[in-house]
């Protein structure tokens, strides 16, 4: 069975420095940030966002997730995403793929005092870091999941 557990959290609270570590246990780790880097590979190479390209790179992060599931069907296996996941709209389309391949989905927030996320942004290099103004607005939308969130639990077999 496939297990995929999407994780939550602002930029900076220390969700890939976790993802990181899954990755040394076979764990497959697929994140949207992935899709900014050129080139080299992913997470060494030049990072380069463009917010033009934003849904295009979470379609690109979401059909990785699906293939990874359709090559490992029928075995037991761990999928890690990697994304920011606040809203209910960012996360639908795993608890979907989650409902039609019969996977089970969790959610890990990281929940990591504001401060401390912007402490930690500021000694990123330039080129990876979020506006301030852009993580105080993620911040406070964390505690603001809307009843869709409900409902896609609903859906999927949340562990």
């Known amino acids: 069975m496939t297990h995929i557990t999407l994780m939550r959290g602002i930029p900076g609270s220390g969700k890939s420095t976790i993802a990181k570590l899954l990755c040394q246990l076979d764990i497959d780790v697929m994140s949207t940030d992935d899709y900014w880097y050129l080139p080299g590979p992913p997470g060494e190479g030049l990072y380069k966002f463009d917010i033009r390209e934003i849904t295009a790179a979470h379609i690109w992060n979401q059909k990785r997730v699906e293939d990874a599931i359709k090559r490992k069907a029928g075995n037991e296996f761990y999928i890690v995403v990697d994304n920011t996941n606040i809203s209910s ?25 504001l401060e401390e996320c912007l402490r930690r942004n500021a000694l990123r290099p ?13 911040h406070s939308q964390m505690g603001e999941m809307s009843a869709d969130w409900e409902l896609q639990k609903a859906k999927a077999r949340v562990k």
Do not use: G, W
Request: proline share 8%; glycine share 0%; net charge positive.
């Open 89 to 113: 709209h960012a996360v639908a389309p795993y608890f979907d793929m989650a409902v039609k391949y019969n996977c089970t989905i969790s959610i890990l927030t990281v929940d990591t005092p």
């Open 126 to 138: 330039k080129d990876r870091q979020i506006p301030e103004s852009a993580i105080r607005k993620m």
